[in-house]
């Protein structure tokens, strides 16, 4: 860039940058203020503004302080001009709302009722409502904790497992985050530059499928260790006054509905993300009306979390714009990029390495805070490999899918032990977990080999 002290060439500043920010927010500092504290510190550090004001450096400052005049500037682009960020809101409140509408509760009474009878009906049962959740609500805590509230104790009562009780619930829950609409689809489009709906329609099938590993272990589960997940008679549940096919067609329409009406409406090309996300938050708040749930206090409460969960998500996009720019400044990106796009192997290495980072960094880090630090940095290194970035966003979005179970900051592990109580102890939480992380794996691999299984949909639409 023009103006720039002479001799400036790619230090090791931006190398500094990583493990510092690591360590703030190791610390328990908040993931944004980590990033923007990051970045004031090396904006002091490397560039000019101190040695401007008098308080001369031992080393060449790297960059002109006055480059980070762009930071308000991507601040507006990012968030103020960003129609697809707003979709966040929107589908915060759709899942608040439909927590809140006894959606759940009906699922899992009428799906027990239907499973129930077979070894490890319960578990699919919770398998299937997660699925039906996560597709009406993409919202992991109210999924998480929601079933286990109603179904651990019912679970534990008619001698399943403990672990696999937990593993069931938690995984289930999680499934929100790959099978659209979901917020992690959503942020990543935006940081990848790919359309928010493609991405959509590329997890569906990903989805899916993980859904049917999830059924299959349980099943095959069952079969081998009949103690572990026994047939159960759940004839005695509330729902059992109606009908079961009546009971089936009030419990599932609802949620179908909104489907229809939220990706409906994106496949058909009628409505934008964004658009479809403000139809799914009035169709869950008319849901709610429908069942009587719909008071002031719900509203004011849906409300609420709405306000908190969406400052989260663009505190952290703040945060992380400030720290992009000096890490950009000094010449950060382009470091990233010539050494991933140098490495021996070409594309599979390129992907096997981000597939290991993300996995790792999900371990210790939120999937907003991996999307909106990690994922820039390595998208266009992709573009220079020539790697589809529709393929790529749905392996990303399965590893942070997987950071919701691995310990010891699964986010889905706190909220069930939460929710638990004195049923379960943090060790069964751990070890249920851990086939159901073994699942997702194999999952990874499987679109890793099989591309198709991602693009495929997307290319019929």
Do not use: K
Not at 353 to 375: K, Q, R
Not at 429 to 443: C, D, N
Request: net charge neutral; aromatic share 8%.
């Amino acid at each position: 860039m023009a103006g720039r002290p002479a001799g400036r060439c790619v230090t090791l500043w931006p190398l500094a940058m990583l493990p510092v920010l690591l360590l703030l927010m190791l610390s328990g500092y908040p993931a944004a203020f980590a990033l923007g504290a990051t970045a004031v510190l090396f904006t002091l550090l490397a560039s000019d503004l101190l040695p401007a004001i008098g308080l001369g450096l031992p080393w060449q400052p790297v960059f002109h302080a006055v480059e980070m005049h762009v930071v308000p500037q991507r601040l507006y682009g990012s968030i103020l001009e960003n129609y697809t960020l707003v979709a966040v809101p929107f589908f915060v409140f759709m899942g608040v709302m439909l927590e809140r509408s006894g959606l759940a509760e009906d699922l899992l009474q009428t799906m027990g009722r239907l499973f129930g009878r077979l070894r490890g009906g319960l578990a699919i049962s919770v398998v299937l409502v997660g699925v039906l959740l996560g597709a009406s609500t993409g919202v992991v805590g109210a999924s998480v904790v929601t079933m286990a509230v109603l179904a651990l104790p019912v679970m534990l009562r008619q001698g399943y497992d403990p672990r696999l009780a937990a593993g069931t619930i938690a995984a289930s829950g999680t499934l929100g985050q790959i099978i659209p609409p979901s917020l992690v689809l959503i942020v990543l489009g935006d940081q990848m530059g790919v359309n928010v709906g493609q991405l959509f329609v590329g997890a569906i099938v990903p989805g899916l499928l993980l859904a049917a590993l999830y059924i299959a272990w349980v099943g095959l589960l069952a079969w081998r260790r009949p103690t572990l997940a026994p047939a159960t008679d759940e004839s005695r549940s509330p729902s059992a006054s109606r009908p079961l096919w009546l009971a089936l067609v009030v419990s599932l329409v609802p949620p179908l509905l909104l489907m229809l009406l939220v990706l409906g409406s994106i496949l058909a090309g009628v409505a934008s993300p964004t658009e479809a996300g403000a139809l799914g938050a009035l169709g869950a708040t008319l849901l709610a009306f429908a069942n009587r749930r719909l008071t002031l206090r719900t509203f004011r409460e849906a409300g609420a979390s709405t306000v908190r969960l969406s400052s989260i998500v663009f505190m952290v996009l703040i945060g992380a714009t400030a720290f992009a720019a000096v890490f950009g400044a000094l010449d950060g990106q382009a470091l990233v990029t010539g050494a991933l796009t140098g490495l021996p192997g070409g594309q599979w290495t390129f992907i096997l390495l981000v597939t290991l980072i993300v996995f790792l960094l999900g371990f210790f880090l939120d999937f907003i805070e991996i999307s909106f630090i990690v994922v820039p940095l390595i998208v266009p290194a992709a573009l220079a490999l020539g790697v589809d970035p529709l393929w790529l966003g749905i392996l990303i979005a399965l590893n942070l899918q997987a950071s919701f179970l691995t310990p010891p900051l699964g986010f889905s592990l706190f909220y069930l032990r939460g929710a638990a109580g004195d049923l379960l102890t943090t060790m069964d939480i751990y070890r249920g977990v851990m086939p159901f992380i073994a699942l997702q794996l194999l999952l990874i691999v499987l679109v890793m080999l099989f591309p198709a299984l991602v693009l495929w949909l997307p290319g019929r639409i």
